[in-house]
């Protein structure tokens, strides 16, 4: 059994699938131990207690930088022993001492069609205003291994959404939470906990 860990910022749906997804049995081989929350009034963090789950508070804005932030993360995952880190909404980019250790063994959802709208500066609601500022008819969501270069490791899944003419950020980022993210992020995270995804040259692939 892989022992996950989670990593959130803010409302924490992301979070909601992965647990929906364990209790039905969706995630197979693996069980979310802990959340661990960069923000004290995260709403994740309810949704953690609401199912027993414990929960930790790392401030970010109680370190520094990004590095040393980056260090108390990296000492609470070895702590907690994770195999899989998930980054489900995480706002903060990790510094290279996490995402070095834990290689290949950090998954994030990105709520965009990577390479299109991402890396530095592209988060949240920003990234639907940026994709609907272009004008693309399509857009949706990737979930993809962590490396050193922001929204830039081994691609798992994606899953696209059309665009609609009278879309708000808001109503985008909706369309794509439903149909992509709270489905991909789950069955990615199975996957991993089934050891069904190979890297090959630095790419992700799909074992049946
Ligand atoms: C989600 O859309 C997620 O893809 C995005 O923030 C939202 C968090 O929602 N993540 C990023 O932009 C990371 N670069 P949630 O807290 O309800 O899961």
């Known amino acids: 059994m892989k022992n996950i860990v989670v990593l959130v910022s803010g409302g924490g749906t992301n979070l909601q699938a992965l647990i929906d997804a ?6 197979k081989n693996g069980e979310i131990t802990c959340v661990i929350s960069s923000n004290p ?17 790392i401030p970010r804005k109680e370190y520094p930088d990004s590095v040393t932030y980056s260090h108390e993360i990296l000492n609470a995952l070895n702590e907690l022993k994770a195999d899989l880190v998930v980054l489900a909404g995480f706002m903060t980019i990790l510094d290279e001492c ?7 063994k950090i998954i994030n959802v990105h709520p965009a069609l990577i390479p299109s ?4 500066g592209f988060y949240g609601l920003k990234v639907h205003e940026k994709a609907l500022e272009y004008g693309v008819k399509v857009s949706g ?15 798992i899944l994606q899953g696209v959404v059309n665009v609609k003419k009278d ?3 808001e109503i ?4 794509i939470m439903e149909n992509v993210e709270w489905k991909l992020l789950p069955e990615a995270v199975s996957l991993f906990c089934q050891d069904r995804i190979e ?7 799909v074992t049946e």
């Not at 996490?98 to 290949?104: H, L, M, N, Q, S």
């Not at 709208?117 to 530095?120: N, R, V």
């Not at 890297?199 to 692939?205: E, L, P, T």
């Open 167 to 169: 879309d708000t950020p």
């Open 141 to 155: 969501a990737t979930i993809h291994f962590v490396n050193e270069k922001a929204d830039a490791g081994a691609i």
């Open 117 to 120: 709208f991402c890396g530095e």
């Open 22 to 27: 364990q209790k039905s049995g969706i995630i």
């Open 41 to 57: 009034n995260a709403y994740a963090l309810e949704r953690a207690k609401n199912n027993d789950i414990p929960t930790k508070i």
């Open 98 to 104: 996490v995402t070095k250790e834990y290689a290949y």
């Open 199 to 205: 890297i090959i040259n630095g790419k992700a692939y």
């Open 172 to 175: 985008l980022q909706r369309r």
